[in-house]
């Protein structure tokens, strides 16, 4: 207790956030019996995280967002977004969202956007007549309104993190991220029209010309989304391609980045976020490691069983307490901490993990507006001057829309589910949770499941644990097993049902393996 006491005093006074991720494993491990404070690194250096490819994509999307940010794609992106939405009632604010949107998706929410495209935008609303406190809670809340677009950074870390296939991840999201833009556009056209802001006539000649500048850019979504749903591009392939498609087109296409003054600097500070993302994570894996360990979530869902009676009440009370983890903590933390715990719990209410999701980054994405310590109102204050009492006022507007999207994604779950329907690739396995299993390699290519009578799937791999031959008694479908591909198959299943010794004789029981073996189930 003493120990936990000084983490929290270390967490309140100002200690980094890994430092007490880390520290809390640590002894937290070490009040096990028979149990070393190494143990908070076991699930940190295994196949689960360490060696997951996945990771490779968060320092690669990272620095495409940090160099898109320093080259000229926002000035193209709102001279584009200006000449064909400029016409609509309160046509500069739907410029902002839509821009904003665009690029949230490569910076992931980071504050990028706020200070790329809000400091070229604010003073163009200020001048426009548009209120001054609606204009800033525009450009805020436009600092994550791209969150559920691929290939956002949170999506991916919140892949990573609950073990489901990030493809399907950035499908699910479109419809739930569509839905949020166009209630907050309602609302700026609504402020718009109110205010009888200017607008700027069409001109197709104007739109054709600044689609034509910023093609290059425009064309990097519609590839990568190409791609990896093609199955030309897996998720990682497509993460290199989108760095290198990004640093061509801005070094040596548009030339907005210098090779010798601005690239180094751009990739000095992209992986300087990267290192702090990544460390967060592989500490805080460590200590929801000892939660799992702990069956914590389900001690939560005993202890909460009284109140959670049904999927719905379930989803009221996880929205309730996400908004409360988004006005306290950092969208990555979150992730990393709170992920583990409830991904258990809504498998018990037959929660779908991809709705999950999205319903998980909506509210995070709302956490970011939230008074205290949403992110984006220290950016904003920061970054225009203001008191972080007129960024509270200001931002409540946008977050009673995003509340109405959030509701409708909550208990619609159609509008994340029915895109993943789409998606089947056989060769994506999602990472693995930290309490899963991982199979060998060798496992990965054995024979397919075959299917019995009752529709269920019997597969050979689960009959090599049977004790006994009288086991087998307890199978509904032994005929299913007269449909393997060949002989070799029944022979291996053999060898496994009967063991024998080293001399080859039948045992009667079956041997454990030599330790330091590997063991090829």
């Known amino acids: 207790m003493l120990l936990i006491a000084i983490l929290v005093v270390l967490a309140v006074i100002g200690a980094p956030l890994f430092a007490i991720f880390g520290g809390s494993a ?3 491990f070490s009040s096990l ?21 996945l990771l490779v994509t968060i320092p690669l999307f990272t620095f495409a967002g940090y160099l898109m940010a320093e080259s000229g794609t926002p000035q193209r992106l709102v001279t584009l977004s200006r000449a064909w939405l400029g016409w609509l009632p309160g046509g500069l604010a739907m410029v902002c969202l839509a821009a904003s949107a665009f690029f949230t998706t490569f910076t992931g929410g980071s504050g990028i956007t706020i200070v790329a495209i809000g400091g070229l935008l604010l003073p163009a609303l200020l001048s426009e007549h548009y209120p001054e406190r609606f204009s800033l809670g525009l450009v805020t809340t436009g600092g994550s309104l791209g969150l559920l677009f691929p290939p956002s950074l949170p999506i991916i870390l919140y892949g990573v993190v609950a073990g489901v296939m990030i493809e399907k991840l950035f499908l699910a999201g479109i419809l739930p ?40 850019e425009l064309l990097l979504p519609v590839v990568l989304l190409f791609g990896m749903y093609s199955g030309f591009l897996r998720i990682h392939e497509a993460a290199a391609f989108t760095a290198l498609y990004v640093l061509v087109i801005e070094v040596w296409v548009y030339r907005d980045v210098d090779v010798r003054t601005d690239l180094p600097r751009i990739i000095r500070e992209s992986m300087t976020l990267v290192g702090a993302v990544l460390i967060i994570l592989a500490t805080a894996i460590g200590f929801t490691a000892f939660l799992i360990q702990a069956q914590v979530p389900m001690k939560i869902l005993d202890a909460m069983g009284n109140v959670l009676t049904s999927k719905v009440s379930f989803l009221v009370a996880l ?54 310590v949403g992110l984006n109102l220290f950016i904003s204050s920061f970054r225009f001057d203001k008191p972080l009492a007129a960024l509270y006022r200001a931002v409540l507007p946008f977050i009673g829309m995003l509340l109405v999207a959030l509701a409708l994604t909550t208990y619609v779950p159609t509008l994340s589910t029915w895109a993943t329907q789409w998606f089947e690739h056989p060769g994506d396995h999602p990472i693995a949770p930290p309490d899963a299993d991982i199979p060998d390699a060798a496992s990965s290519e054995t024979t397919p499941a ?72």
């Open 26 to 28: 640590m002894v937290l």
């Open 33 to 53: 019996a028979d149990t070393s404070i190494t143990g908070a690194a076991n699930d940190v250096f295994s196949e689960k995280f360490a060696d997951s490819p």
């Open 177 to 216: 991220g569509l839905l949020t833009m166009a209630v907050v556009a309602a609302y700026s056209m609504w402020v718009g029209a109110k205010k009888s802001t200017e607008r700027e006539p069409f001109s197709m000649r104007a739109g054709l010309r600044a689609l034509g500048v910023a093609k290059w």
């Open 319 to 372: 929205n309730l307490f996400l908004i409360v983890v988004g006005m306290l903590m950092d969208i990555f933390s979150a992730i990393v901490v709170v992920v583990p715990l409830i991904v258990p719990i809504a498998e018990q209410f037959q929660v779908d993990p991809y709705h999950l999701g999205v319903v998980f980054l909506l509210n995070l994405e709302i956490g970011y507006l939230t008074p205290p």
């Open 450 to 521: 075959k299917s019995g009578e009752g529709g269920e799937e019997i597969d050979l791999e689960s009959l090599e644990d049977l004790e006994s031959l009288e086991d087998l008694e307890s199978l509904e479908d032994l005929e299913s097993l007269e449909d393997s591909e060949s002989l070799e198959d029944l022979d291996s299943l053999e060898r496994d049902l009967v063991p024998r010794d080293d001399t080859g004789v039948e045992s009667g029981r079956r041997q454990p393996p030599v330790s330091g073996a590997r063991d090829d189930r």
